[in-house]
C-alpha cells in the first residue's frame, strides 16, 4: 500500500485566496483526520470523519474552514479566504476500525500564505 | 475536554544514556495513551501505545509506564543512540471497543541523542 496520500506538498499563496488541501486515505480504513502542526500550537486535532461522516469538527479554527469527504478514498480540507496565521503543516491521518488504534499519517501539506 | 501536558520540552542525553519524557492528562475517562515519533520534516508515526488496562509496556529499548491514579504516563528509552534524535508526542483518547474519539497530543519534546 503506497500509505496515505496528500497534495500538494507544499503550496504558497497569497492572503485572501482559496486553498484546497487533498486527502486519500489507507484503503480499508474508516477513519480519517486532518491535523495543523505549528510551532506554537503543536499537533491540533481539525476534524476527523468517520465512515465519511464527519464525527467531531470542534477543532476547526472557524467557518473560513471546511471539510468533506465526498466518498471513502478521498478528503478535502479547504481554506477561504486564508490568512497569513493559517501557514502551518496540515497532515491527514487514518486509521482501521477495530482495536487498533494506531494512525498513519501522510506527508503533510506545507502552506504558507503570504 | 481533555488536556496533555508534556515535560520537558527539550532533552539532550549523551549516547548509550537513559531518556524519559513525561506526560499528564486531565480527563479520567482517557484510556489509550500512544507515543508517536516525528523526525525533522517528515511525519509522526506510532512507536508505542498503551491502554489502561495496563500499567506497564516494553518494546525493547522503549517502554511506557501508566499510573491511571495520579493521571501520568511515561516514556522511557535505555540506551539511546544518535537515531532516537526526533520530536516525541505523547497523546490521550478515549477508545471503545472499535470506536475511537478524539486524540489530543501533547506539545513535544525535542530529543536530542550527543554521540
Known sequence: DAGVIQSPRHEVTEMGQEVTLRCKPISGHDYLFWYRQTMMRGLELLIYFNNNVPIDDSGMPEDRFSAKMPNASFSTLKIQPSEPRDSAVYFCASSPSGQLYEQYFGPGTRLTVT | ?115
Open chain 2, 1 to 115: 475536554g481533555e488536556n496533555v501536558e508534556q515535560h520537558p520540552s527539550t532533552l539532550s542525553v549523551q549516547e548509550g544514556d537513559s531518556a524519559v519524557i513525561k506526560c499528564t492528562y486531565s480527563d479520567s475517562a482517557s484510556n489509550y495513551f500512544p507515543w508517536y515519533k516525528q523526525e525533522l520534516g517528515k511525519r509522526p508515526q506510532l512507536i508505542i501505545d498503551i491502554r489502561s488496562n495496563v500499567g506497564e509496556k516494553k518494546d525493547q529499548r522503549i517502554a511506557v509506564t501508566l499510573n491511571k491514579t495520579a493521571k501520568h504516563f511515561s516514556l522511557h528509552i535505555t540506551e539511546t543512540q544518535p537515531e532516537d534524535s526526533a520530536v516525541y508526542f505523547c497523546a490521550a483518547s478515549i477508545v471503545l471497543g472499535g470506536s475511537q474519539g478524539n486524540l489530543i497530543f501533547g506539545k513535544g519534546t525535542k530529543l536530542s541523542v550527543k554521540p
